[in-house]
């Protein structure tokens, strides 16, 4: 995060066209006298004819005493505070927006501030707790956009002020701030249409409801983490459940995310970027006799095969949000590994004793890195272990149809990530209007910002593996497992027989056709990830993937 610090130069004898540069050291308030804790230091050069200048430290979020020298040590030292390095405004009523925010070390206080227009901020709240997290701002108008932003305080000293985010407060919106875990689902099946089905919901705050076969629940925090370092999926206390596919340097992605080519092979299409594609759905077989997951992997490359979608784009208010939701698999006898073992969703108990497709829709607000500081903000995964699709109720496999959107209602009030999951037995169930599964899963995103670029849908089927290191020749490696002739929009090895083609969200719904299509890619060649094209043209919505690593 960033610090606006006042340099007076006239503290070197009054001479401010002689300092050329300044070193800046900065320590965590408290930390001053502890040879061991961590110094950040910063240069910054200086071209000024008066005799104060302001100059823009980077520092990770938090309050810090800063010392600084040219030819010696300033007389004297500052504290200063980073900004509030994430704000999301939610609308919670008719005429309320709810303020969330992250944590700025040593902060003692924090005041929203908010207006009309975007950059002008002539309303101001009372001085909140230092721990406090969330403020709901009432009184305002219903319909009307406002902007919010948050600054921290120190005793007295306050931070510049967060990046910007807008809400529109409305009739029907979600009542986050209450906590009232009836309330919320009932808000967000109305919102999403779905009367029917299991349903789970992240909020602004992390705090995960559900309804899961009639049973209401809210838990804090959310079951179920993204491990920001290693690119995996985990439970709250630090279980390994699984890896994900990280995100490429073709999507904008920080550094330490460029590595996707090392997490296992995949099946990749994207959409162009002229187009302003906002979600995607389609149709997808999944045959029982043709995935298979070496059980040697739990231990190391955790293989895990994925059918998803994924859209990523610039955010209202700064940031690039990447958004992820589809289905993965888990064999049996795999749980969450803790304590160097596979255990079930309670510590000590056993894993499941079925293989399993698990839904689940991951969301992730980038931000762009300073003098290695990690600024991401990484929302926790909208999934739970207590809702699968078993592949041992399945005799021929699963048609499972998989709808991710942003919320395409007028101006992205609600402000919200959709992931739609139904499936059905194959040859087994015959009602179209009634699936063998439904779920439903809604987390919170920024709008797009439409001036910064489009936003882009991809699909991928992929194996996902963990702990393949960057340096690694290939980039995966050959453990047995496979995920054979998934069909996108074809029941394939059975029969030729057509299922709802892929479809995207671009002004309408609309077939993912070549004139839609951008980047299509198989990582890392024939050999491993083999693609059958019915037609050439159909690559982007029909067509039969195998992923084989044996």
Same mark, same amino acid.
């Given at each position: 995060?960033?610090?606006?610090?006042r340099?007076?130069?006239?503290?070197?004898?009054?001479?401010?066209s002689r300092?050329?540069s300044?070193?800046?050291?900065?320590?965590?308030?408290?930390?001053?006298?502890?040879?061991?804790?961590?110094?950040?230091v910063?240069?910054?050069g200086?071209?000024a004819?008066s005799?104060?200048v302001?100059?823009?430290?980077t520092?990770?979020?938090?309050?810090y005493t800063?010392q600084?020298?040219?030819?010696?040590?300033l007389?004297?030292?500052?504290?200063?505070?980073?900004?509030?390095?994430?704000?999301?405004?939610?609308?919670?009523?008719a005429?309320?927006? %709810?303020v969330?925010?992250?944590?700025?070390p040593?902060?003692?206080?924090?005041?929203?501030?908010w207006? %009309?227009?975007?950059?002008?901020?002539p309303?101001v709240?009372?001085?909140?707790?230092?721990?406090?997290?969330?403020?709901?701002?009432?009184g305002?108008?219903s319909?009307q956009?406002?902007?919010?932003?948050?600054e921290?305080?120190?005793?007295?000293?306050?931070?510049a002020?967060?990046?910007?985010?807008?809400?529109?407060?409305?009739?029907?919106?979600?009542?986050w701030?209450t906590?009232?875990?009836?309330?919320?689902?009932?808000?967000?099946r109305?919102?999403? *249409?779905?009367?029917? *089905?299991?349903?789970?919901?992240?909020?602004?705050?992390?705090?995960?409801?559900?309804?899961i076969?009639?049973?209401?629940?809210s838990?804090?925090?959310?079951?179920?983490?993204?491990? /920001?370092?290693?690119?995996?999926?985990e439970?709250?206390?630090?279980?390994l459940l699984? +890896?994900?596919q990280?995100?490429?340097?073709?999507?904008?992605?920080s550094?330490?995310?460029?590595?996707?080519?090392?997490t296992g092979?995949?099946?990749?299409?994207?959409?162009?970027s002229?187009? +302003?594609c906002?979600?995607a759905?389609g149709?997808?077989?999944l045959?029982?006799?043709?995935?298979?997951?070496?059980?040697d992997?739990h231990?190391? %490359?955790?293989?895990?095969?994925?059918?998803?979608?994924?859209?990523?784009?610039?955010?209202?208010?700064g940031?690039?949000?990447?958004?992820?939701?589809?289905?993965?698999?888990?064999?049996?006898?795999?749980?969450?590994r803790?304590?160097?073992?596979?255990?079930?969703k309670?510590?000590?108990?056993p894993? +499941?004793?079925?293989?399993r497709?698990m839904?689940?829709?991951r969301?992730r607000?980038?931000?762009?890195r300073?003098?290695?500081?990690?600024?991401?903000?990484?929302i926790?995964?909208?999934?739970?272990?207590?809702s699968?699709?078993?592949w041992?109720?399945?005799?021929?496999?699963?048609?499972?149809?998989?709808?991710?959107?942003i919320?395409s209602?007028?101006?992205f009030?609600?402000k919200?990530?959709?992931?739609?999951?139904?499936?059905?037995?194959?040859?087994?169930?015959?009602d179209?209007?009634?699936?063998y599964?439904?779920?439903?899963f809604v987390?919170?995103a920024?709008?797009?910002?439409?001036?910064?670029?489009?936003?882009?849908?991809?699909?991928?089927?992929?194996?996902?593996q963990?702990g393949?290191?960057?340096?690694?020749?290939d980039?995966?490696?050959?453990?047995?497992?496979?995920?054979r002739?998934i069909?996108?929009?074809?029941?394939?090895?059975?029969?030729?027989?057509?299922?709802?083609e892929?479809?995207?969200?671009c002004?309408?719904?609309?077939?993912? /056709?070549p004139?839609?299509?951008g980047?299509v890619?198989?990582f890392p060649?024939?050999?491993?990830?083999?693609v059958?094209?019915f037609?050439?043209?159909e690559?982007?919505?029909?067509?039969v993937?195998t992923v084989?690593l044996?």
């Amino acid at each position: 995060m960033t610090s606006l610090e006042r340099l007076r130069l006239g503290d070197w004898g009054g001479h401010p066209s002689r300092v050329i540069s300044v070193e800046f050291r900065a320590k965590a308030v408290g930390t001053e006298s502890n040879p061991d804790a961590p110094v950040y230091v910063q240069t910054v050069g200086i071209v000024a004819s008066s005799a104060e200048v302001d100059v823009e430290l980077t520092l990770p979020a938090g309050a810090y005493t800063v010392q600084a020298k040219a030819s010696h040590w300033l007389r004297g030292e500052d504290v200063v505070l980073t900004s509030v390095p994430w704000i999301f405004a939610a609308p919670t009523g008719a005429n309320k927006v %709810t303020v969330y925010w992250d944590e700025v070390p040593g902060a003692t206080g924090y005041r929203v501030r908010w207006g %009309t227009a975007s950059g002008v901020y002539p309303n101001v709240s009372s001085v909140q707790s230092g721990d406090a997290r969330m403020l709901s701002v009432t009184g305002l108008t219903s319909e009307q956009e406002y902007y919010f932003v948050v600054e921290a305080e120190r005793n007295g000293v306050w931070s510049a002020p967060s990046e910007e985010d807008s809400a529109v407060p409305h009739v029907g919106a979600i009542p986050w701030d209450t906590g009232d875990a009836a309330s919320i689902l009932r808000a967000v099946r109305s919102l999403t *249409g779905n009367d029917y *089905g299991d349903i789970s919901v992240l909020s602004p705050d992390g705090v995960y409801y559900s309804s899961i076969g009639g049973v209401v629940q809210s838990e804090s925090p959310a079951p179920l983490q993204y491990n /920001t370092a290693q690119g995996v999926v985990e439970t709250s206390d630090g279980g390994l459940l699984m +890896p994900l596919q990280m995100e490429d340097k073709g999507e904008g992605i920080s550094s330490i995310l460029q590595q996707r080519d090392h997490t296992g092979p995949y099946r990749r299409i994207r959409t162009d970027s002229e187009h +302003p594609c906002i979600g995607a759905r389609g149709n997808f077989f999944l045959p029982q006799w043709y995935v298979f997951v070496s059980g040697d992997t739990h231990a190391n %490359t955790r293989d895990t095969p994925h059918v998803y979608f994924g859209i990523a784009y610039d955010a209202a208010g700064g940031g690039r949000v990447d958004i992820e939701g589809g289905i993965s698999y888990h064999p049996r006898g795999r749980g969450v590994r803790r304590n160097g073992r596979e255990e079930g969703k309670d510590p000590g108990s056993p894993p +499941p004793s079925y293989a399993r497709w698990m839904p689940y829709m991951r969301i992730r607000i980038e931000k762009p890195r300073k003098q290695g500081t990690d600024t991401d903000k990484y929302i926790p995964v909208v999934g739970t272990t207590r809702s699968d699709l078993s592949w041992d109720m399945v005799q021929y496999g699963y048609v499972v149809d998989i709808n991710l959107r942003i919320n395409s209602e007028a101006r992205f009030r609600e402000k919200s990530a959709v992931l739609e999951i139904k499936a059905w037995r194959y040859l087994i169930d015959t009602d179209p209007d009634s699936p063998y599964y439904q779920h439903t899963f809604v987390g919170v995103a920024k709008v797009p910002d439409f001036t910064r670029g489009n936003p882009r849908v991809r699909r991928v089927i992929s194996m996902a593996q963990n702990g393949i290191p960057k340096d690694d020749q290939d980039g995966w490696r050959r453990t047995g497992s496979f995920a054979r002739y998934i069909g996108v929009g074809y029941v394939s090895r059975i029969t030729l027989e057509e299922l709802n083609e892929v479809q995207v969200f671009c002004n309408g719904w609309q077939q993912w /056709t070549p004139s839609f299509g951008g980047d299509v890619r198989v990582f890392p060649n024939e050999q491993v990830v083999k693609v059958e094209d019915f037609l050439p043209i159909e690559q982007y919505f029909r067509e039969v993937v195998t992923v084989d690593l044996r």
